[in-house]
């Protein structure tokens, strides 16, 4: 079966680092998201991608946040400058039609430690 | 805003039924839907039931919406020890883009032999 894959499964980084978490999607998908899940709380939408470019996105995803496929299968989540509340499993997903009921594929996870 | 509430934890013994219920707030929800996280796993959907629908019954999962209540359960017939996960459930409201899912925290079912 497809997945999703992400790396790295587990980063430490120190407070005001900066942090790429890298994702290769379902081959042929079309739409991106990454999603977090700060240890005990609910599994937050942060944003998605489409085309080329940000489709939406919610409050968390703010300016230290940014998004990027830099070729035509990698899909980045880059923090600028690490706070230790970014402490948490990000999921990347995707899916190949932005249809309500389509099917969102979710890979492992990337944990990411701040200290 | 939108919020999603579910128990934390449910055990059970195996062969039993198992239901995993949730509360949410928006009423125009239009998609509701169940995913499941295995140990050291992404989210898997499970599977998911639109806001004009009562019931689903996918083999042993039967979903239930109560759209007066706001209430949707998961109901896993002869549960095993291999269904021993995280269930989530997740809603798209309506008007928001598809891959906008409001999450709740997540039931974590125990499976005792």
């Known amino acids: 079966e497809p997945e999703v894959t992400q790396t790295p499964s587990h980063q430490v980084t120190q407070m005001g680092q900066e942090v790429i978490l890298r994702c290769v999607p379902i081959?042929?998908?079309?739409?991106f998201y990454w999603y977090r899940q700060i240890l005990g709380q609910k599994v937050e939408f942060l944003v998605s991608?489409?085309?080329?470019?940000?489709?939406?996105k919610s409050e968390i995803f703010d300016d230290q946040f940014s998004v990027e496929r830099p070729d035509g299968s990698n899909f980045t989540l880059k923090i600028r400058s690490t706070k230790l509340e970014d402490s948490a499993m990000y999921f990347c997903?995707?899916?190949?039609?932005?249809?309500?009921?389509?099917?969102?594929?979710f890979g492992e996870g990337s944990w990411l430690t701040v200290v | 805003g939108e919020d999603v509430e579910q128990s934390l934890f449910l055990s059970v013994r195996e062969g039993d039924s198992s239901v995993i219920n949730c509360t949410y707030t928006?009423?125009?929800?239009?998609?509701l839907y169940w995913y499941k996280q295995e140990p050291g796993a992404g989210l898997q959907l499970l599977t998911y039931?639109?806001?004009?629908?009562d019931m689903k019954q996918d083999q042993r999962l039967t979903v239930l919406l109560n759209k007066k209540d706001k209430h949707l359960s998961l109901r896993i017939a002869d549960t095993q020890t291999g269904d021993s996960a995280i269930y989530f459930c997740?809603?798209?409201?309506?008007?928001?883009?598809?891959?906008?899912?409001?999450f709740g925290k997540g039931t974590k079912l125990s499976v005792k032999p």
């Open positions: 997903a995707s899916s190949d039609s932005g249809r309500p009921g389509n099917t969102i594929y």
């Open positions: 081959s042929n998908h079309l739409y």
């Open positions: 991608f489409y085309n080329n470019e940000i489709s939406e």
């Open positions: 928006d009423s125009s929800s239009t998609y």
């Open positions: 039931i639109f806001s004009n629908m």
């Open positions: 997740a809603l798209r409201g309506y008007g928001g883009s598809q891959g906008n899912l409001i």
